[in-house]
């Protein structure tokens, strides 16, 4: 397999596009089952999960045209099955977001169930309940959940007992196409949660309360909808990393298509390790200073620190003076980078679900493994710091939510680059 490899201690520059959200694209190009209309969806982020889904609706009889790596035109008008099959959904368990547009729209479906991955068992049980107080019959048979709502799904009052984005996203687009008014309370607040919103909006959809923890979702009662040309909003995650790398390697650099308001947890903690910013338009400058300053860290739902930063924070902390503590809240195994980042020589201690990192005074290289996707981020981190080569395998989780890193991150004049399985 690929790996990536990494010689430590060159300072970044210059500036760094960033991407559409690929937690954005997700929900949204499942949102386009609900149309039998073209749909065009544009600054699509270039990774394999994208690529997944989108086939999986081809796989499901829709009609895909790429224009190229980042823009795509769907239409749902051709679907002809409603089996999401184990092959495609094993790979990606966000495919698990067209179970509520399949039901929506054609009143039953068969989806294979998710499974868990690295970070946590990830249940969809909040997910079926909510279905099943909208009408719909479900069960569980051969690893795949069966839904049937032959006469459409009606409106409810779901309270979701914690707070789910996948489950608001699903809700979100079963209650679209429902009977009658359907009112999430305790819904995710995720910028990703408010474009679906948006986006199902500009397509016929009145939704009332868009960015609160109360969503009003007035169905239009299987009226399929229309859905003007969509741009995604900029991915705050990859920016996120992209100003860690600023930080960790002290370095001054620019983001360039970013969306500051998404980023103001991940920049305020920043800001209290001591990193200064200048924000123009949809630019982001970090100006880090000689020595991070250790602060705590507690993730939490948007717009609270967010869990897929705690990876690359964790890098970070590992350089920032004193001791640092980590709390993970919403996953119960997102710690796998942690073995990893002491291999390279961190100081990091693991009780439950708390992280202790005390400062190292230097990283050595040495090959590595990615878990999953922002684990494999924060190894990238911590080998532009560390002395010598630092190899990172397992590239594939890289691939399915950071676009072209290695050229991204050399553009910025970090020494990164990819060597194929057959050269040694
Ligand atoms: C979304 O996952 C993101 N993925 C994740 O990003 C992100 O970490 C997560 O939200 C939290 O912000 C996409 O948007 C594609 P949840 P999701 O449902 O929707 C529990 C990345 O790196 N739960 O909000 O699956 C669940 O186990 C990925 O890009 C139930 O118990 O997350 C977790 O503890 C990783 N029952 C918590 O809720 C349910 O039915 C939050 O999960 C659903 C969720």
Do not use: W
Not at 33 to 52: A, G, M
Not at 192 to 217: N, P
Not at 318 to 325: A, F, K
Request: proline share 3%; glycine share 10%; aromatic share 4%.
């Amino acid at each position: 397999m690929d790996y990536l490899t990494i010689e430590g201690g060159y300072k970044l520059s210059g500036s760094v596009r960033i991407g559409g959200s690929k937690n954005a694209s997700l929900p949204i190009i499942a949102s386009t089952i609900l149309s039998q209309e073209k749909v065009t969806l544009t600054n699509l982020p270039d990774v394999v999960d994208i690529k997944t889904l989108i086939k999986l609706l081809g796989m499901l009889g829709a009609n895909v045209e790429y224009h190229n790596s980042y823009s795509a035109t769907i239409n749902n008008g051709s679907i002809n099955s409603t089996t999401a099959v184990y092959e495609i959904v094993s790979q990606m368990r966000a495919s698990i977001l067209v179970l509520g547009p399949l039901l929506a729209r054609f009143g039953e479906c068969k989806v294979s169930l998710p499974g868990g991955c690295a970070i946590g068992q990830r249940p969809i049980n909040l997910h079926l309940k909510a279905l099943e107080k909208m009408g719909a019959e479900i069960s569980i048979e051969d690893g795949y959940v069966h839904a049937k709502a032959p006469n459409g799904l009606n409106g409810a009052k779901i309270i979701f007992d914690k707070i789910t984005v996948g489950g608001t996203e699903n809700i979100l687009m079963a209650g679209a196409l429902a009977r009658g008014v359907t009112t999430i309370i305790n819904s995710a607040k995720e910028p990703e949660v408010i474009q679906l919103c948006e986006v199902l909006v500009s397509a016929g959809v009145r939704i009332d309360g868009i960015g609160s923890s109360e969503l009003t979702i007035y169905g239009t009662n299987r009226k399929t909808l229309s859905f003007p040309d969509i741009a995604i909003i900029p991915d705050r995650i990859e920016a996120g990393t992209y100003l860690c790398a600023g930080a960790i390697t002290k370095s001054k650099i620019t983001l360039n298509c970013v969306n500051a308001t998404h980023l103001r947890a991940s920049i305020d903690k920043l800001e209290s390790m001591g990193c200064e910013f200048d924000i123009i338009d949809d630019n982001i400058t970090i100006n880090p200073p000689n020595e991070l300053k250790s602060i705590n860290f507690i993730t939490t739902e948007y717009p609270g620190f967010p869990t897929d930063m705690q990876a690359q924070f964790m890098a970070l902390s590992i350089v920032s003076d004193g001791e640092t503590i980590i709390e993970e809240r919403l996953f119960e195994n997102r710690f796998m980078h942690v073995s990893e980042l002491n291999r390279l020589g961190a100081d990091i201690c693991l009780k439950g679900n708390i992280a202790s990192i005390h400062k190292a005074d230097e990283l050595n290289g040495a090959d590595v493994m990615a878990t999953d996707l922002r684990a494999s981020s924060a190894l990238i981190l911590a080998g532009l710091i560390a002395n010598g080569k630092t190899n990172v395998h397992r590239i594939y989780h890289l691939e399915r939510g950071y676009e072209d890193l290695e050229g991204k991150l050399s553009g910025l004049g970090a020494k990164i680059e990819r060597v194929k399985a057959n050269k040694k």
